[in-house]
């Protein structure tokens, strides 16, 4: 005799807890990036030189 498996139709609640708390620790460190002087800079440049090219 078989024994009956049950199919994983999608994450359990604890599965659920740390795919959030994953995605809102690389939210986070993708915010301090993208607002870090560093990248500001950069973006500011970036859209200095398209709008120059643009003119």
Avoid: H, N, P
């Amino acid at each position: 005799m078989q024994a009956k498996t049950r199919a994983d139709a999608g994450m359990s609640t604890a599965e659920y807890a740390v795919g959030t708390i994953a995605a809102c620790a690389f939210a986070a460190l993708l915010w301090k990036v993208v607002t870090s002087a560093e990248v500001r800079s950069m973006l500011a440049a970036l859209i200095q030189k398209a709008l120059k090219l643009a003119a």
